[in-house]
């Protein structure tokens, strides 16, 4: 056993986690403005391909040109506190088993309903599976239908 082993759990995978979360309140109104509201059986959710750069013209800060970002919202009118946190926590951890599904920069904003708090977690998790899934054909569907004309064939 080596003394300086690091875990795999350490202070690497909490920053590996981080980079998938959608923070910013500008990225979240972008994602508003660029989609419409979807709906699965336990929440709603936005999604919206990530441009490679922001409005100024310049690369996007803090976003991996290729991986998903999610963000959560959990209103007041979830309940308390409490409440509220305990359906993030129950969310975060069913995003980050599912992360692997989307393979396209995009990003997530996801609405859980209040019934989230009292469902099982298998359940959850494969509610957020199916959104994901369902958001990433709709992502290839968008790729199919606009592939690039040939040169030869331009006007």
Known sequence: M???????????????ATT????????????YKDSRKQFSKQMSYFFSL??????????LRNADADTPRVGLTVGKVMGKAVDRNRIKRRM????????????APVDVILHPRRSVIDLEFAALDREVAN???AIQKAIQKQGEGSTPIPADQKL
């Open 50 to 59: 990530r441009p490679p750069l922001g409005p100024d013209g310049r690369p």
């Open 131 to 133: 959104v994901f899934r």
């Open 2 to 16: 080596q003394p300086h082993s690091l875990p795999a759990s350490g202070p690497i995978q909490a920053k590996a």
């Open 92 to 103: 975060r951890e069913a995003v980050r088993k599912n992360l692997a599904a989307l393979n």
């Open 20 to 31: 998938f979360r959608l923070r910013k309140h500008a990225d979240y109104q972008r994602v």
